[in-house]
């Protein structure tokens, strides 16, 4: 799978572009306008398309309702500058697979993208064991039946108690596979149902979450959030629920390339959906989640918070990250708090907000 069409009519963005993917293994054809690309894929379907929205004689949008007349098994990949999220959300409403954003600060995001795609729609498909497709199946159901809650965690403003928010957290009925939430979202991931188990956990939460809860927090795993489509079913369910949502970007395993982040975030944004990075200070990974992600909400992680009492380092952390924020324009609130002096030194350093079982059990 790799004969992809590049529909661009700007020279200075399709050489580079097309003698890169070219470097990459990938067989090349270009077009510069709406009618050369559609005759292109008349006479013979390439494999993937890439396609700037703005053509001189035409547009994307457009191009991908012919194109969807011919074939749905060529992958679109729209292409279109930051702000264009209404058109984004229509393209993939039609069908188009992905989008990337103009101009390319990296043209690894693009190879990353791609690759994502051709994963997703792989030759033959992938072949899960007899187990794999078992444990598939229990998650399945456990999902259909709505055998699983949400658990709600408070997070209380430090100065007075009261509730900032709630982070709704996943809790496994009798028929799942698994009871532990945390190895049952990795069995979900490697059996290749974590979106779907993901996509429920935010439906159940915003339905059941507490009534007069000012925002709620909703782990998403990172596979979830880059898949266009899970991307407008996030969308549509937070529309119909009126709670303010923030989603705390998770993540199973490493992610290969972090800026194929930037653009489900920027959509995000403009629906007025806010995100949150966790494990703040546990490791390089989460520094780059927040140079992709450009939160609103830095967590510290709890490596960080449990003993800051005791340990100068850890104190040290937690107002590195402090400054950070503050230059960034996100919040922090800090994890895991669990005893009256872990909370008196982060309230100590600047900490406004923070959750735990000191403050209070999950409900």
């Known amino acids: 799978m790799n004969s992809l069409l590049i529909v661009e009519d700007d020279i200075a963005t399709l050489e580079p572009l097309g003698h890169f993917l070219e470097a990459k293994g990938y067989t090349i054809q270009t077009a510069n306008t709406f ?3 559609l005759k292109m894929c008349q006479n013979g379907h390439p494999h993937m398309i890439l396609a700037d929205l703005y053509l001189p004689d035409g547009n994307a949008i457009d191009l991908l309702k012919k194109i969807r007349q011919i074939s749905h098994e060529i992958i679109f990949i729209l292409m279109t500058e930051m702000g264009e999220t209404n058109q984004i959300l229509e393209a993939l409403r ?5 989008y990337l954003f103009k101009p390319f600060s990296n043209l690894e995001t693009v190879v990353s993208v791609i690759a994502k795609q051709v994963k997703k729609h792989p030759v033959g498909g992938k072949t899960l064991t007899d187990t794999e497709v078992e444990q598939a199946e229990h998650i399945q159901e456990m999902i259909s039946k709505g055998d699983f809650t949400m658990a709600f965690q408070p997070i209380f403003r430090l100065d ?11 809790r496994p009925g009798p028929s799942s596979p698994l009871p532990n939430p945390g190895t049952l979202m990795d069995l979900a991931k490697q059996v290749g149902v974590v979106r ?3 996509l429920a956990c935010i439906e159940k939460a915003l339905t059941i979450a507490p009534p007069n809860a000012p925002r709620l927090f909703l782990n998403i795993e990172v596979e979830t959030l880059v898949d266009p489509d899970s991307l407008l079913r996030v969308i549509a369910v937070a529309e119909r629920h009126k709670h303010p949502l923030v989603l705390e970007v998770t993540e199973r395993g490493t992610v290969a390339n972090l800026n194929v982040l930037v653009g489900p975030c920027e959509v995000l944004r403009k629906k007025r959906i806010a995100l949150a990075v966790d494990d703040v200070g546990s490791g390089y990974a989460s520094m780059e989640k927040v140079l992709s992600i450009r939160p609103h909400f830095l967590k510290i992680a709890m490596s960080i918070t449990r003993s800051v009492d005791t340990d100068t380092i850890r104190r040290v952390m937690a107002e590195s990250i402090l400054y950070m924020s503050d230059r960034i324009g996100a919040a922090v609130i800090a994890e895991g708090i669990e005893t009256e002096k872990e909370f008196k030194i982060l309230q100590s350093v600047g900490v406004k907000l923070g959750q735990g079982y000191f403050l209070s059990p999950k409900v």
């Not at 039609?94 to 992905?98: C, E, I, T």
């Open 35 to 37: 009618e050369g690309a």
């Open 94 to 98: 039609l069908g188009a697979d992905d």
């Open 160 to 170: 007075d108690r009261s509730i900032f928010g709630y982070e709704a957290l996943l």
């Open 196 to 198: 779907e188990l993901d």
